[in-house]
């Protein structure tokens, strides 16, 4: 019998992982020097904890607002629904029931405040981790969290609990270590207290991974490596195509042996490394990351073309993204609308109705481009909405694009504007009928766009001013997609009105820095801007969660 997925560890306080399908090898490696990361490293996360951000300075404002009556309680609720949650979407209602809550809740608690660190290792047979590579080695987990004698024997306790109840086998007790270990047909499972630190691994025995956990514990008192590990909150480096090809072995190898892997090296995917931090400067939150790919991007970044007639004060936010054709040619849905593809796009929101969102995208030769796709729209799109439920598209009286819907607060609609020579796609959720007399959108913001040459990626927004148009935009959204609500009256809606005054500037710029690397800069308030806050909130009340 076999573990469940390893993403299981990932969301459960690291309990009880799965480690399947990945064939072990003839011999252990040698652990890798205690001072580096290993080359098989495929993953490394380190989180400082609340304590330690209650102390710093520069998270002087996020943890003010963390500690607030309604935070607190959404994250109580949070924690109460993974407390069973988690086992019934990844064990299913019958073995979930098995588990008590009490098992994995404080352990949560204890995840949000203290200083904790993981890192997965997994052996390949490719010298390059920009190349498709084979596994041959079965990959090994290793997590620390720094904790007090107290809670280290909650650990202690509480882990031996969940291992028996999950797998019916009998936990052996370590009491030179303070732990345990649970030995399987492909893994051996310990808990071991080092120093100051409680360490859970699967893996092999013996585990280098975990020998080099403990051997750096031993040396600095910490388990991780970083260059700078005093002005970091939060630091993540993934391998995201090797840690897919890793986790897709494990689900699909479990209770059948062996596993083929004759088509692991056609299943690569094209992000070979993601690295992300999270800082602070007192008021802020500063997210920092990279993004590097496996092979050069196709081509260069097309110049500018801004839409300054068509985007004017008082504007909410504006995002301005490009060099994405190539994707959107090999997009069947895009396809289907047999538009050219644009090289640009332009998003900006408005104050007054929550429906002033605008999307605006050049176009060649959009005034012959956009009535045919508004026949087309007429002929092909009504019939699927009128056999779903949905309501149908309409000609618009004034332009050659189409409405849809005549509801008094969102009517979207697709039209041409510009000229023949400059032609723009132009679309949205409710008319801008001031269009014509508000405010030039500001200058400086444009020129802050026109003087980034390497710039993929802009978006600025007022996010608390913001935040009441994405709700309702989420709520209709719900609603059109038969979705469920996110109840008013819930711990997540009293959250985001109590964050909505608190919530000042966010600005995200994404870089092309390198033939095969982007960078990205962030600087907001609590790190997520108003799109994403709501996303978050819907997320947490969904009544599947935590599955969406």
């Known amino acids: 019998m076999y573990f469940r997925p390893a993403i299981l560890a990932l969301l459960t306080a690291f309990l009880c992982v799965s480690v399947t399908g990945c064939r072990k090898s003839e011999a252990p490696a040698p652990a890798a020097p205690p001072t580096v990361l290993s080359p098989d490293t495929i993953a490394s996360v380190h989180w400082v904890g609340k304590r330690r951000l209650d102390l710093d300075a520069d998270a002087y404002y996020l943890s003010r607002v963390w500690s607030l009556p309604e935070t607190e309680r959404l994250q109580s609720q949070t924690f109460d629904r993974l407390a069973t949650g988690v086992w019934r979407v990844l064990l299913g209602d019958a073995a979930a029931a098995r588990i008590p809550p009490i098992v994995l809740r404080p352990l949560l608690d204890d995840l949000a405040f203290n200083e904790s660190y993981l890192e997965i290792r997994a052996t390949t047979n490719s010298t390059s981790s920009f190349q498709p590579s084979t596994f041959n080695s079965q990959p090994s987990f290793a997590f620390a969290i720094r904790l007090n004698t107290l809670h280290a024997g909650i650990w202690e306790t509480n882990g031996a609990i969940a291992m028996q109840l999950l797998t019916g086998s009998p936990i052996v007790a370590d009491h030179a270590t303070h732990g345990w270990s649970l030995q399987r047909t492909n893994a051996t499972v310990s808990l071991t207290r080092v120093g100051d630190w409680t360490g859970l691994s699967v893996g092999p025995s013996p585990n280098p991974l975990a020998d080099d956990l403990a051997a750096r514990i031993r040396r600095d008192g910490l388990p991780f490596v970083s260059a700078d590990t005093n002005n970091l909150w939060f630091e993540a480096t993934l391998a995201p195509s090797r840690l897919a090809d890793c986790f897709s072995l494990s689900a699909g190898g479990e209770g059948r042996g062996e596993v083929d892997h004759s088509s692991l090296a056609t299943r690569h995917s094209s992000l070979s490394q993601l690295r992300l931090t999270l800082s602070g400067d007192g008021g802020n939150v500063i997210t920092r990351g990279s993004l590097t790919f496996a092979e050069p991007f196709a081509s260069g970044l097309p110049p500018w073309h801004l839409p300054g007639g068509l985007v004017h004060e008082p504007l909410l936010g504006f995002t301005a993204v490009r060099g994405g054709q190539s994707a959107l040619t090999a997009s069947p849905?895009?396809?289907?609308?047999?538009?050219?593809?644009?090289?640009?796009?332009?998003?900006?929101?408005?104050?007054?109705?929550?429906?002033?969102?605008?999307?605006?995208?050049?176009?060649?030769?959009?005034?012959?481009?956009?009535?045919?796709?508004?026949?087309?729209?007429?002929?092909?799109?009504?019939?699927?909405?009128?056999?779903?439920?949905?309501?149908?598209?309409?000609?618009?009286?004034?332009?050659?694009?189409?409405?849809?819907?005549?509801?008094?607060?969102?009517?979207?609609?697709?039209?041409?504007?510009?000229?023949?020579?400059?032609?723009?796609?132009?679309?949205?959720?409710?008319?801008?009928?001031?269009?014509?007399?508000?405010?030039?959108?500001?200058?400086?913001?444009?020129?802050?766009?026109?003087?980034?040459?390497?710039?993929?990626?802009?978006?600025?927004?007022?996010?608390?001013?913001?935040?009441?148009?994405?709700?309702?935009?989420?709520?209709?959204?719900?609603?059109?997609?038969?979705?469920?609500?996110?109840?008013?009256?819930?711990?997540?809606?009293?959250?985001?009105?109590?964050?909505?005054?608190r919530l000042r500037t966010s600005a995200t710029i994404l870089t092309r820095t390198a033939p095969d690397q982007l960078t990205f800069l962030r600087k907001s308030t609590l790190g997520l801007t108003a799109p994403e806050l709501q996303l978050l909130a819907g997320w947490l009340e969904s009544p599947r969660f935590p599955a969406w």
């Open 333 to 501: 849905l895009w396809n289907r609308l047999q538009l050219g593809a644009p090289d640009q796009f332009y998003l900006w929101s408005l104050t007054g109705s929550p429906s002033q969102f605008y999307l605006a995208a050049p176009l060649p030769d959009a005034v012959h481009q956009m009535p045919a796709l508004a026949d087309r729209l007429l002929q092909n799109a009504n019939p699927w909405l009128a056999a779903n439920g949905y309501i149908s598209f309409d000609r618009a009286a004034d332009t050659n694009g189409v409405v849809w819907g005549s509801l008094p607060d969102i009517q979207p609609f697709i039209k041409f504007a510009g000229t023949a020579d400059d032609g723009w796609l132009y679309a949205g959720l409710f008319p801008d009928a001031s269009a014509g007399a508000g405010q030039p959108a500001p200058d400086g913001m444009f020129q802050n766009i026109l003087h980034r040459p390497n710039l993929v990626y802009y978006d600025w927004e007022l996010t608390g001013a913001r935040l009441p148009s994405c709700l309702y935009l989420g709520q209709t959204a719900r609603q059109i997609f038969h979705q469920a609500q996110l109840p008013v009256p819930s711990a997540s809606a009293a959250w985001l009105t109590m964050l909505q005054p």
